[in-house]
């Protein structure tokens, strides 16, 4: 099997691009925020690349022949980029909610890429021992919480679906000591649904929404250490970033759900229609079953076939990793819903559960370890994919340095969620490149479909963030992906209606 950047690959290696921080996080975080929905949010994402890797094993390989039409080189290009950037993003994210300057969690990806950018090119029993060392460091932690609780997932499930509401614990940080929300959600107005006596923990500038009458009045106050706040339900509370705030034990969290009953039914937001789930799952699936084609190009039957389950293994593996860290998350961490579930409470999962300091910090370490394996196992491969692009192949390297800077300066410019970059990479390859992979056409009318849908995806992103974006509905703005690739399968249907071999 050659790669994108003509290195030969086989074996579980051929999963590296799914064992992405961005995505590795969003498991969790999906099971967290969505509950039920989380679930078939990560079928999306297993199924996506087991069909593609099913698949190919049938027809025999992906014909490299794809790769070499100049618009899809262009989408892998820019999915290669964005996909980077996410992660840097999300790297710099978690630097910040630790209290460290963004810039050095993004400084630090950058030296791991570079550094990775080396090993990429040795030997294929090299991608394996990552991929391996990345599976470890993320199931020992679990297996620990699992040892020390005594609890299997199917009982943690149970308990969290039959909770009255969750709550505040005496132990908690945010009741004994205060903390301040992260920049990242201090700026967004926190709304309560009962009662609380708040106190300050520090002094700083506090806003509160409250209504009087029929108008909704907002008041800016300067509070000193120690100063208590009642707010009621319905108000709204918004602090200054490094403002540390106490809430009472036993109280409703903030931004939780109602009870253990709503959680388990699913938690979609009311703006995710039945269009919108379907949009959500078309970018999901396509990208996910896209994801291997930033770097199989080809391969034998015999081959491919025999990776399936290893793949497939994999895959699974990782999926129940995610599932069940935000099932544990959601049981005996349900604070960080107050903060928008960032993924640095994510990792510090073992400190709430495994008992005696040093054995938290140790799965706390660990965790983090996994989490820098998958990046450096994955995310220097899409500078590869980049480069391989251009097609300049004696200028590989310092071309994937170059893309890899140029990711860390977008990444230190613009604070896009680290989210929202995945689903756009998951959007754009799933609009180019599935359907090509899908159904076939006569190779001068495939590039001309790939540029198409190239700019209807683009086009549709600018005209999000503009004035035009009154002017569409809110799923086509959220998920592109639902407006443009119904048009390229149709274009695709007329030229081929009858495909004979996937691309």
């Given at each position: 099997?050659?790669?994108?950047?003509?290195?030969?690959?086989?074996?579980?290696?051929?999963?590296?691009?799914?064992?992405?921080?961005?995505?590795?996080?969003?498991?969790?975080?999906?099971?967290?925020?969505?509950?039920?929905?989380?679930?078939?949010?990560?079928?999306?994402?297993?199924?996506?690349?087991?069909?593609?890797?099913?698949?190919?094993?049938?027809?025999?390989?992906?014909?490299?022949?794809?790769?070499?039409?100049?618009?899809?080189?262009?989408?892998?290009?820019?999915?290669?980029?964005?996909?980077?950037?996410?992660?840097?993003?999300?790297?710099?994210?978690?630097?910040?909610?630790?209290?460290?300057?963004?810039?050095?969690?993004?400084?630090?990806?950058?030296?791991?890429?570079?550094?990775?950018?080396?090993?990429?090119?040795?030997?294929?029993?090299?991608?394996?021992?990552?991929?391996?060392?990345?599976?470890?460091?993320?199931?020992?932690?679990?297996?620990?919480?699992?040892?020390?609780?005594?609890?299997?997932?199917?009982?943690?499930?149970?308990?969290?679906?039959?909770?009255?509401?969750?709550?505040?614990?005496?132990?908690?940080?945010?009741?004994?000591?205060?903390?301040?929300?992260?920049?990242?959600?201090?700026?967004?107005?926190?709304?309560?649904?009962?009662?609380?006596?708040?106190?300050?923990?520090?002094?700083?500038?506090?806003?509160?929404?409250?209504?009087?009458?029929n108008r909704r009045v907002?008041?800016?106050?300067?509070?000193?250490?120690?100063?208590?706040?009642?707010?009621?339900?319905?108000?709204?509370?918004?602090?200054?970033?490094?403002?540390?705030?106490?809430?009472?034990?036993?109280?409703?969290?903030?931004?939780?759900?109602?009870?253990?009953?709503?959680?388990?039914?699913?938690?979609?937001?009311?703006?995710?229609?039945?269009?919108?789930?379907?949009?959500?799952?078309?970018?999901?699936?396509?990208?996910?079953?896209?994801?291997?084609?930033?770097?199989?190009?080809?391969?034998?039957?015999?081959?491919?076939?025999?990776?399936?389950?290893?793949?497939?293994?994999?895959?699974?593996?990782?999926?129940?990793?995610?599932?069940?860290?935000?099932?544990?998350?959601?049981?005996?961490?349900?604070?960080?819903?107050?903060?928008?579930?960032?993924?640095?409470?994510?990792?510090?999962?073992?400190?709430?559960?495994?008992?005696?300091?040093?054995?938290?910090?140790?799965?706390?370490?660990?965790?983090?370890?996994?989490?820098?394996?998958?990046?450096?196992?994955?995310?220097?491969?899409?500078g590869l994919t980049l480069?391989?692009?251009?097609?300049?192949?004696?200028?590989?390297?310092?071309?994937?340095?170059?893309?890899?800077?140029?990711?860390?300066?977008?990444?230190?410019?613009?604070?896009?969620?680290?989210?929202?970059?995945?689903?756009?990479?998951?959007?754009?390859?799933?609009?180019?490149?599935?359907?090509?992979?899908?159904?076939?056409?006569?190779?001068?009318?495939?590039?001309?479909?790939?540029?198409?849908?190239?700019?209807?995806?683009?086009?549709?992103?600018?005209?999000?963030?503009?004035?035009?974006?009154?002017?569409?509905p809110s799923t086509l703005?959220?998920?592109?992906?639902?407006?443009?690739?119904?048009?390229?399968?149709?274009?695709?249907?007329?030229?081929?209606?009858?495909?004979?071999?996937?691309?």
């Amino acid at each position: 099997m050659r790669s994108v950047g003509d290195q030969p690959v086989s074996g579980i290696r051929e999963v590296r691009f799914w064992l992405t921080p961005v995505l590795l996080f969003a498991l969790p975080t999906g099971v967290v925020t969505l509950g039920r929905d989380g679930l078939w949010l990560a079928l999306a994402l297993v199924s996506g690349p087991l069909l593609f890797l099913v698949a190919r094993s049938d027809e025999g390989g992906t014909s490299p022949t794809l790769f070499c039409l100049p618009m899809v080189r262009v989408a892998l290009a820019v999915a290669a980029f964005t996909h980077l950037w996410a992660n840097l993003d999300l790297l710099g994210e978690i630097s910040r909610d630790w209290g460290l300057p963004r810039w050095s969690g993004v400084v630090a990806g950058v030296l791991l890429a570079l550094g990775g950018l080396r090993w990429c090119s040795c030997s294929d029993r090299v991608g394996q021992v990552w991929v391996r060392l990345t599976i470890g460091a993320l199931v020992l932690p679990l297996a620990l919480i699992m040892w020390k609780t005594s609890l299997n997932p199917a009982q943690v499930f149970r308990q969290v679906s039959s909770t009255s509401a969750f709550r505040f614990t005496p132990e908690s940080s945010w009741v004994t000591e205060g903390r301040a929300l992260s920049p990242r959600t201090a700026q967004d107005w926190i709304e309560f649904s009962e009662e609380h006596r708040l106190s300050m923990a520090s002094a700083g500038v506090v806003r509160l929404a409250y209504s009087e009458g029929n108008r909704r009045v907002i008041e800016e106050r300067s509070v000193a250490e120690g100063q208590e706040i009642i707010v009621r339900p319905g108000d709204g509370l918004r602090a200054d970033p490094g403002v540390r705030v106490r809430f009472e034990a036993l109280k409703r969290i903030p931004r939780a759900p109602v009870n253990g009953a709503s959680w388990a039914s699913g938690l979609l937001p009311a703006r995710h229609t039945l269009l919108g789930q379907l949009g959500l799952l078309l970018t999901l699936f396509g990208g996910a079953m896209t994801l291997p084609s930033f770097f199989l190009v080809e391969t034998s039957r015999g081959a491919a076939r025999s990776n399936v389950a290893r793949c497939g293994v994999v895959l699974l593996v990782v999926a129940l990793w995610g599932q069940c860290w935000g099932l544990y998350s959601a049981r005996y961490v349900p604070e960080l819903y107050l903060e928008g579930v960032p993924p640095s409470t994510l990792l510090q999962l073992p400190t709430f559960l495994l008992q005696g300091a040093w054995l938290g910090q140790l799965g706390v370490a660990i965790a983090v370890a996994g989490a820098l394996f998958a990046f450096v196992q994955s995310v220097p491969a899409f500078g590869l994919t980049l480069s391989a692009c251009v097609d300049r192949r004696e200028r590989r390297a310092p071309l994937s340095a170059l893309f890899v800077a140029g990711a860390a300066a977008a990444a230190l410019r613009q604070t896009v969620p680290w989210w929202d970059l995945g689903l756009l990479g998951f959007g754009l390859t799933a609009v180019t490149i599935a359907p090509l992979m899908i159904l076939n056409g006569p190779l001068q009318v495939a590039n001309r479909i790939a540029g198409l849908g190239l700019v209807l995806f683009l086009g549709l992103v600018v005209a999000a963030r503009t004035s035009a974006a009154a002017w569409f509905p809110s799923t086509l703005m959220n998920y592109p992906a639902l407006g443009a690739l119904p048009v390229v399968l149709i274009l695709l249907i007329i030229t081929a209606p009858f495909p004979r071999k996937s691309y």
